[in-house]
């Protein structure tokens, strides 16, 4: 599966951007998917994860309750709506997405990735 990111840009604290994430196949059901991102001089973190057909969606404590992730199995795309952005949310956000059952927020766990978007907060 091929994976293109978008959506980015920049935003005022306390805003909200809404990134997607179109995938190629015709599978797309069969895969969970995450968001992940990745601040300037920091490892990359997971985000927000979802399962195949949305089952479950599980959260990073840090956006808990501010973030949402979402997906449309008939549009091929995985949604993460972010609002009340604060200026520690900017990084390139990516998605990624695999085929295995199951719920994680490990990186090494996510086979396929796109390139990322970036994601600008100003405080």
């Known amino acids: 599966v091929q994976l293109q990111a978008s959506g980015g840009g920049l935003v005022q604290a306390g805003g909200s951007l809404r990134l997607s994430c179109a995938a190629s196949?015709?599978?797309?059901?069969?895969?969970?998917m995450g968001w992940f991102r990745q601040a300037p001089g920091k490892e990359r973190e997971f985000v927000a994860g979802?399962?195949?057909?949305?089952?479950?969606?599980y959260y990073s404590e840090s956006v808990k309750g501010r973030f949402t992730i979402s997906r449309d199995d008939g549009k091929n795309t995985v949604y993460l709506q972010m609002n009340s952005l604060k200026a520690e949310d900017t990084a390139v956000y990516y998605c990624?997405?695999?085929?295995?059952?199951?719920?994680?927020?490990?990186?090494?766990?996510?086979?396929?990735w796109g390139p990322g978007t970036q994601v600008t907060v100003s405080s």
């Open positions: 196949g015709r599978t797309f059901s069969s895969y969970r």
């Open positions: 990624a997405a695999d085929t295995r059952l199951g719920s994680t927020s490990s990186l090494a766990e996510f086979y396929y």
């Open positions: 979802i399962s195949r057909l949305g089952g479950s969606t």
